[in-house]
């Protein structure tokens, strides 16, 4: 299992009430914390052959609008511009999404995530208590603010002094190459609504000026690379991400995003990012600009029990996670939960284990999760016909 970036270690991992209690054979430490004992009937699942990475964090996804393709022909100077080219409801394909009920199209968002070894996400709307709050397939921020941007948001400055004490207040910002987007972080500083609660997302078109801004304030930053790239034609240098910034990465919706947040890192590799960085931006750092409390991001006695199970090919879990595809996730687990077992891991489950799975198929990756997979299929095909795809990935069961 994976202690960090750069730490596997041949150990057992014990869980009960939905946390870690310890791992035994790490160092040859098998104590439990003080004042933590197992309840209940106990079940063992053996991954031998696998690497166990902590849950991973996305920190920015519209969970709405994940059946839908890529749309825009850019680049665009800033968002603005691509969201008046698209945007237009009366037309396909956007009609036909639409017209596709939003819990429905929520639950897309989530299995999008689940599947590629999400625990936790950020989404980039309000809060949907009756979709999320209910047996949702993995934990979506609850306590955060948010703004959709300066262009598009009302009452921004209110909508950060609302957000609770503690709490992140997330908001595009940035999102384009032109001087407005350049200047956009100085307005939201003289709107006082820039400080170390401030997550920007995109933050393409900050200069140097406005980089050292952000770092003074301690604002974090989300960064897109495959849908800015996609919109923009241009993404954020890896080479102005220092090793003090407090930095998340997200996957964006499938309306400009390559597909998912293993896509993501895979991306963020490309345009230059340290490998053990990129573990980082989508474990304790993810958890960290989100202001996650719960020990999200680690495997530690004591934290809950997110978990990624995935193929090992004896590398580093930085070098394992970069390199992991759909099909190399094996399990996930949700405070302990099993809520997606690949086909080939099924036979390792206690049965009573996999109540209420059903099996879903995404690019020939065959897997169960715990989720309504015939209903979602049924809801969407009234619209959308017998080709449904979730982040430009075709499904099947």
């Given at each position: 299992?994976?202690?960090?970036?750069?730490?596997?270690?041949?150990?057992?991992?014990?869980?009960?009430?939905?946390?870690?209690?310890?791992?035994v054979g790490?160092?040859?430490?098998?104590?439990?914390?003080?004042?933590?004992?197992?309840?209940?009937?106990?079940?063992?699942?053996?991954?031998?052959?696998?690497?166990?990475?902590p849950?991973?964090?996305?920190?920015?996804d519209h969970?709405?609008?994940?059946?839908?393709?890529?749309?825009?022909?850019?680049?665009?100077s800033?968002?603005?511009q691509?969201?008046?080219?698209?945007?237009?409801?009366?037309?396909s394909?956007?009609?036909?999404?639409?017209?596709?009920?939003?819990?429905?199209r929520?639950?897309?968002?989530g299995?999008?995530?689940?599947?590629?070894g999400?625990t936790?996400?950020?989404?980039?709307?309000?809060?949907?208590?009756?979709t999320f709050?209910?047996?949702f397939?993995?934990?979506?921020?609850?306590?955060?603010g948010?703004?959709?941007?300066?262009?598009?948001?009302?009452?921004?400055?209110e909508?950060?002094?609302?957000?609770?004490?503690?709490?992140?207040?997330v908001?595009?910002?940035?999102?384009?190459?032109?001087?407005?987007?350049q200047?956009?972080?100085f307005?939201?500083?003289?709107?006082?609504?820039?400080?170390?609660?401030?997550?920007?997302?995109?933050?393409?078109?900050?200069?140097?000026r406005?980089?050292?801004?952000?770092?003074?304030?301690?604002?974090?930053?989300?960064?897109?690379p495959?849908?800015?790239?996609?919109?923009?034609?241009?993404?954020?240098?890896?080479?102005?991400?220092?090793?003090?910034?407090r930095?998340?990465?997200g996957?964006d919706?499938?309306?400009?995003?390559?597909?998912?947040?293993?896509?993501?890192?895979?991306a963020?590799?490309?345009e230059?990012?340290?490998?053990?960085?990129i573990?980082?931006?989508?474990?304790?750092?993810?958890?960290?600009?989100l202001?996650?409390?719960?020990?999200?991001?680690?495997?530690?006695?004591?934290?809950?029990?997110?978990?990624?199970?995935?193929?090992?090919?004896?590398?580093?879990?930085a070098?394992t996670?970069?390199?992991?595809?759909?099909?190399?996730?094996?399990?996930?687990?949700?405070?302990?939960?099993?809520?997606?077992v690949?086909a080939?891991?099924?036979?390792?489950?206690?049965?009573?284990l996999?109540?209420?799975?059903?099996?879903?198929?995404?690019?020939g990756?065959?897997?169960?999760?715990?989720?309504p997979?015939?209903w979602?299929?049924?809801?969407?095909?009234k619209?959308?016909?017998?080709?449904?795809?979730?982040?430009g990935?075709?499904?099947?069961?």
């Amino acid at each position: 299992m994976a202690l960090d970036s750069s730490t596997p270690v041949r150990a057992d991992l014990e869980i009960a009430d939905g946390r870690i209690v310890r791992l035994v054979g790490q160092n040859g430490n098998g104590r439990r914390p003080k004042g933590t004992k197992s309840k209940g009937p106990s079940a063992d699942i053996s991954v031998e052959g696998c690497l166990i990475l902590p849950g991973l964090v996305n920190a920015h996804d519209h969970l709405e609008f994940n059946l839908f393709p890529r749309l825009g022909c850019g680049p665009y100077s800033n968002f603005e511009q691509w969201a008046n080219d698209i945007f237009h409801p009366e037309r396909s394909p956007v009609r036909e999404h639409l017209a596709i009920p939003k819990r429905v199209r929520l639950w897309w968002g989530g299995l999008k995530n689940l599947l590629s070894g999400v625990t936790s996400v950020c989404h980039h709307n309000p809060y949907e208590e009756t979709t999320f709050g209910g047996d949702f397939p993995v934990r979506v921020l609850r306590r955060y603010g948010w703004a959709h941007s300066l262009r598009f948001g009302t009452n921004v400055r209110e909508s950060f002094l609302s957000t609770p004490p503690g709490a992140p207040f997330v908001i595009h910002l940035g999102e384009g190459t032109d001087r407005v987007s350049q200047r956009e972080i100085f307005d939201l500083g003289a709107l006082g609504a820039l400080d170390s609660r401030t997550v920007i997302v995109h933050g393409v078109g900050l200069t140097a000026r406005g980089h050292a801004l952000r770092r003074r304030r301690g604002v974090a930053l989300v960064w897109c690379p495959t849908s800015n790239r996609f919109t923009l034609g241009a993404t954020l240098d890896a080479a102005l991400i220092k090793r003090g910034d407090r930095i998340a990465l997200g996957s964006d919706s499938a309306l400009t995003a390559e597909g998912d947040l293993l896509d993501e890192i895979r991306a963020a590799k490309r345009e230059g990012m340290n490998p053990n960085r990129i573990y980082s931006m989508v474990t304790e750092s993810g958890a960290n600009v989100l202001r996650l409390e719960d020990g999200e991001g680690t495997l530690r006695p004591g934290s809950v029990a997110d978990l990624a199970v995935v193929s090992w090919q004896d590398k580093t879990p930085a070098e394992t996670l970069i390199k992991t595809r759909l099909e190399a996730i094996k399990m996930v687990l949700v405070s302990g939960r099993p809520q997606m077992v690949s086909a080939q891991m099924t036979p390792c489950c206690p049965q009573e284990l996999l109540h209420e799975f059903e099996e879903i198929e995404v690019e020939g990756a065959s897997c169960f999760v715990r989720a309504p997979v015939g209903w979602l299929l049924k809801e969407s095909r009234k619209f959308l016909g017998s080709d449904v795809r979730l982040a430009g990935k075709r499904v099947r069961t």
